[in-house]
């Protein structure tokens, strides 16, 4: 019923190009990764029939606070290449938390037995709702799993703190360190979809660009799903050289302070 809006054709169709990416890099094995957008904009007013017809599920991992919003989401155990549109009814859904806070309607999609939204709704959830309250233009929310940012994850002098990560990347091309501004976070392993990351997520997304999970995967929030793309692919980058070098039997150099400096002067200091 929703298929003939023009805003959320668009989002739809920046969903397909992106999980696209994706799964070339092959940061989306099976069901690895997941994506969230804010479309309550895009819904616009939804219709008392429109709730009435849709399912409701109970959920307490529903924030109140978001009640009436809407997001698209990605389906949990399902595949980041499947978000095409000939199947994206399938494995995606749009929500609409409900006005008593306590679950969500699916308004759009969930066309599969047993569909849940993402394992890591919390986290979606309770990033969303920092985004709205902090007054950004950020609406999308992607999770995927960048080869050479985990890589580094997985030596721990490379990743001792968030800053001696930000700094290894940020010394490898001048555009990690203009286009990833506030650096990486790097956030010690925690279980998958719990509370802890969620929390510790929040905590670090007001701070930096892109989040690292030890030994797991990125996170990134953006305008739209390209931009989010856009900071960890960037991100990444700073990863692949750095590991190509060590690759070809050398420590890499970096851009000196100096040259830091001057690319901060040039691009960040407006
Ligand atoms: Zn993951």
Not at 25 to 43: C, D, H, P, Q, Y
Not at 211 to 224: F, I, N, Q, S
């Amino acid at each position: 019923m929703f298929e003939k809006n023009i805003k959320l054709k668009t989002v739809f169709e920046q969903v397909e190009r992106v999980s696209s990416y994706l799964f070339a890099r092959e940061w989306a094995e099976r069901n690895g990764g997941n994506l969230s957008i804010n479309v309550t904009e895009e819904m616009g007013t939804v219709l008392q029939e429109d709730l009435e017809r849709a399912i409701f599920v109970e959920d307490t991992r529903v924030l109140e606070e978001l009640k009436g919003s809407s997001f698209f989401i990605t389906g949990t155990g399902l595949r980041i290449r499947d978000l095409n549109v000939g199947k994206m009814a399938q494995n995606a859904c749009i929500l609409r938390v409900s006005e008593c806070g306590t679950g969500y309607h699916i308004l759009w999609g969930g066309h599969r037995e047993n569909f849940r939204p993402t394992s890591e709704l919390s986290t979606h959830f309770a990033i969303h709702l920092n985004l709205i309250n902090r007054g950004g233009r950020h609406k999308a929310l992607l999770h995927t799993h960048p080869h050479e940012l985990i890589v580094m994850t997985h030596n721990s002098i490379l990743c001792k703190t968030s800053d001696i990560l930000t700094h290894n990347l940020w010394k490898m091309i001048p555009e990690v360190r203009v286009f990833v501004p506030k650096g990486v976070a790097f956030i010690p392993y925690e279980m998958p979809g719990s509370q802890t990351l969620a929390d510790k997520s929040l905590i670090q997304l007001e701070k930096r660009d892109v989040l690292v999970w030890e030994k797991h995967g990125a996170l990134a929030t953006g305008v739209d799903l390209d931009d989010a793309f856009d900071y960890v692919d960037v991100a990444n980058k700073g990863a692949k050289v750095f590991l190509k070098c060590l690759s070809a039997g050398f420590e890499p150099e970096g851009l000196s302070c100096e040259q830091m400096s001057e690319l901060e002067v040039q691009y960040l200091k407006k």
